[in-house]
């Protein structure tokens, strides 16, 4: 089987955005692949955060992907910084990477605005450390949303020189999106972000999402209930396509745009739709929160054994290859 390999970063929890984006399509593709997930924490102390909680959204994290169907036996989900080779493996990366190509990528752009006063290196060498999380594992198939697609392309391109100057070693790599690879957030300005605060959360309750979800914008041109609304201007429009199913996304079109149905009853369909979804993943999670806590925990540890030992070949036949080899190891 070809390998998959994707991460998400425990900075906050996960959304609407991720599950749609990206999480749907490592729960579908986890049986048809050999399934790395990480839980990206060498990428999230990249931005301010804080130390004392980092080891509980971590844990939260996993035990969300695992509530969402992330399969304990299919899929290896581990914690990265429990494994050394993707930190080692940067390095040796960062010194075939230009500086130029990396100044340029649009992520680093975002989030240097985003935290102008605390950019700092290891935000700048982001994608050369996602580079060396997926070609760690020799990554094929990298599922991601719209705004990874750049990263995962730079990483084919670090595969290409590694390969070339030093022998063939790295597959080119492919990122997989799904039908909805950019969810936008509430405000309906930017996409769902986990850092910006502009989600709806898999685990929050029905209560707290209504309270998100009825004062959200909507077709700015519907003022009145009987002005006709166009679905295609509304970022509720752009939620139903998530979760409601075809016959019933025709009647609110259909209804929105004759002024049949107001915005409020839209956005109780889309709310009614969406819980049939997260029900069940908060459901799970309650369960692998509390009686299940363990297991979790274990499996976690285990995992990161077991890709602590692939990590460690990949090392040596890159340092082997790059002349990080001692003379008198060769020679014994
Ligand atoms: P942060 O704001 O900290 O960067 P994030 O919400 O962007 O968090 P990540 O951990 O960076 O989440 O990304 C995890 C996965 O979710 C990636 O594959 C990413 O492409 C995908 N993703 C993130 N946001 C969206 C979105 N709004 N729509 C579709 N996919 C998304
Ligand atoms: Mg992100």
Redesign the pocket.
């Known amino acids: 089987m070809k390998v998959l390999f994707?991460?998400?970063?425990p900075?906050?929890d996960i959304?609407?955005?991720?599950y749609?984006?990206?999480?749907a399509n490592w729960v579908r593709l986890q049986g048809d692949y050999t399934s790395y997930i990480s839980v990206?924490d060498l990428?999230?102390v990249t931005?301010p955060y804080e130390p004392a909680e980092m080891p509980g959204k971590v844990r939260e994290l996993a035990t969300t992907l695992y509530a969402c169907g992330i399969d304990m036996e299919r899929t290896t989900l581990f914690v990265q910084s429990e494994v050394p080779g993707h930190a080692d493996l940067t390095w040796l990366f960062n010194s075939i990477t230009p500086l130029g190509e990396l100044e340029r990528m649009t992520?680093f752009k975002d989030?240097r605005d985003q935290f102008r006063a605390t950019v700092n290196v290891g935000l700048l060498d982001y994608p050369v450390l996602q580079a060396a999380d997926i070609l760690l594992y020799k990554g094929e198939v990298v599922?991601?949303?719209?705004?990874?697609v750049q990263h995962v392309e730079f990483t084919r391109e670090v595969a290409r020189h590694f390969n070339s100057r030093y022998g063939d070693t790295f597959p080119e790599c492919q990122a997989l999106l799904?039908s909805?690879?950019?969810?936008?957030?509430l405000d309906g300005d930017a996409?769902?972000?986990?850092?910006?605060g502009n989600?709806i959360g898999v685990l929050e309750t029905p209560d707290q999402i209504w309270a998100k979800v009825a004062p959200a914008k909507t077709d700015p041109a519907r003022v009145r209930r009987s002005d006709p609304g166009t679905p295609e201007k509304c970022n509720i429009w752009s939620y139903h396509k998530l979760v409601t199913p075809e016959p019933e996304l025709k009647l609110i079109h259909d209804g929105c745009t004759t002024a049949g149905i107001g915005c409020i009853d839209c956005k109780k369909r889309f709310h009614a739709n969406l819980m049939k979804t997260l029900d069940p993943i908060r459901a799970r999670y309650a369960e692998l929160a509390g009686d299940r806590r363990g297991e979790v925990e274990a499996r976690l540890e285990a995992n990161a054994a077991r890709c602590r030992a692939v990590a460690a070949e990949t090392m040596l036949e890159v340092k082997g290859k790059m002349g990080l080899k001692k003379v008198w190891k060769i020679q014994s």
């Open positions: 994707t991460g998400i970063q900075t906050g959304h609407l955005g991720n749609f984006g990206a999480v990206v990428h999230a931005i992520q989030k599922p991601v949303g719209e705004d990874q799904t909805t690879p950019r969810v936008m957030g996409k769902m972000s986990k850092s910006k989600t």
